[in-house]
């Protein structure tokens, strides 16, 4: 009887990790069926000057997000909002919260998805672009898109190694995302001046390469959308909002100290029931 319990315990405790991991990967399922989406806001308008960014849920003139001086290059964190239509609205930082936009644009948030709502152009031309967010990869992949932010250049090529993200992408335009082999790569900006950046992608991770006007020509600024787990980071970008954005971190630490600390306490208490017991 007591190998039929230890063998019980055993197959209980092996099961462990498979259960665990079932937990972790229902994440982005759990969140779609909760009715939650994300979405973050960018300005990408080289000479407009600082924004005051305001969100509002449809119908509701109270602003469920509001970002003071949101300047050129600046990305916001992801925030999580319910299921449902939105209005994103920029005005002239320091305006007061009643002046009419300068621009707004319709959110529609799917639960389970995530979205960028970026200021994109010219300031005579400036629009709002609602971006769908990729949230998961192909098996041992990484995905990347870019977005043509440069004034200074109004058309670049955009390569990632060897690949070509994007070839000629005019200034305020967006290039689909494209499936990369992860590694430590190095991505080239083209115009009619050039920088390059190293970048560490890692598997299982979805990025939105910004190129960007900098003081001494082109910038490439690494957006992560998402990081694993098919959920996107808690943080922002490189730019603007306390530093490079966070990635959200693998399970598989935990799981094995969880699985570890079972198995010790399981082993434990077998240990306990084969003593022998003493006698009065």
């Given at each position: 009887?007591?190998?039929?319990?230890?063998?019980?315990?055993?197959?209980?405790?092996?099961?462990?990790?498979?259960?665990?991991?079932?937990?972790?990967?229902?994440s982005s399922a759990s969140a779609a069926?909760?009715?939650?989406?994300?979405?973050?806001?960018?300005?990408?308008?080289?000479?407009?000057?600082?924004?005051?960014?305001?969100?509002?849920?449809?119908?509701?003139?109270?602003?469920?997000?509001?970002?003071?001086?949101?300047?050129?290059?600046?990305?916001?964190?992801?925030?999580?909002?319910?299921?449902?239509?939105?209005?994103?609205?920029?005005?002239?930082?320091?305006?007061?919260?009643?002046?009419?936009?300068?621009?707004?644009?319709?959110?529609?948030?799917?639960?389970?998805?995530?979205?960028?709502?970026?200021?994109?152009?010219?300031?005579?031309?400036?629009?709002?672009?609602?971006?769908?967010?990729?949230?998961?990869?192909?098996?041992?992949?990484?995905?990347?898109?870019?977005?043509?932010?440069?004034?200074?250049?109004?058309?670049?090529?955009?390569?990632?190694?060897?690949?070509?993200?994007?070839?000629?992408?005019?200034?305020?335009?967006?290039?689909?995302?494209?499936?990369?082999?992860?590694?430590?790569?190095?991505?080239?900006?083209?115009?009619?001046?050039?920088?390059?950046?190293?970048?560490?992608?890692?598997?299982?991770?979805?990025?939105?390469?910004?190129?960007?006007?900098?003081?001494?020509?082109?910038?490439?600024?690494?957006l992560v959308d998402a990081a694993g787990?098919?959920?996107?980071?808690?943080?922002?970008?490189?730019?603007?909002?306390?530093?490079?954005?966070?990635?959200?971190?693998?399970?598989?630490?935990?799981?094995?100290?969880?699985?570890?600390?079972?198995?010790?306490?399981?082993?434990?208490?077998?240990?306990?029931?084969?003593?022998?017991?003493?006698?009065?």
């Open positions: 009887m007591k190998i039929l319990g230890f063998i019980r315990w055993t197959a209980i405790l092996l099961a462990m990790p498979a259960l665990l991991l079932g937990i972790f990967g229902a069926s909760s009715g939650i989406g994300w979405v973050r806001l960018a300005h990408f308008s080289p000479n407009t000057p600082a924004v005051d960014v305001y969100l509002y849920s449809f119908g509701d003139s109270s602003a469920e997000l509001v970002l003071h001086h949101v300047a050129y290059g600046t990305v916001s964190p992801y925030e999580s909002l319910s299921a449902g239509e939105y209005t994103v609205a920029m005005r002239p930082a320091g305006a007061a919260p009643t002046t009419a936009p300068a621009i707004s644009a319709s959110l529609a948030v799917t639960a389970g998805h995530s979205y960028t709502v970026a200021g994109l152009g010219p300031e005579s031309g400036l629009r709002l672009a609602v971006l769908d967010d990729q949230l998961t990869t192909p098996p041992g992949k990484a995905v990347v898109r870019v977005i043509q932010a440069s004034l200074q250049d109004h058309v670049v090529t955009v390569s990632y190694a060897a690949k070509s993200l994007a070839h000629n992408l005019a200034f305020g335009s967006v290039a689909a995302y494209q499936t990369v082999d992860p590694g430590t790569v190095t991505v080239t900006a083209t115009g009619a001046s050039e920088t390059s950046a190293t970048l560490d992608i890692a598997a299982g991770t979805v990025h939105t390469l910004v190129i960007l006007d900098g003081a001494q020509g082109l910038e490439i600024d690494n787990s098919a959920v996107p980071p808690a943080g922002g970008a490189a730019t603007g909002f306390g530093g490079t954005a966070p990635r959200v971190p693998s399970p598989a630490p935990w799981l094995l100290l969880v699985v570890a600390g079972l198995l010790v306490a399981g082993a434990g208490g077998l240990g306990l029931r084969w003593l022998p017991r003493s006698r009065a």
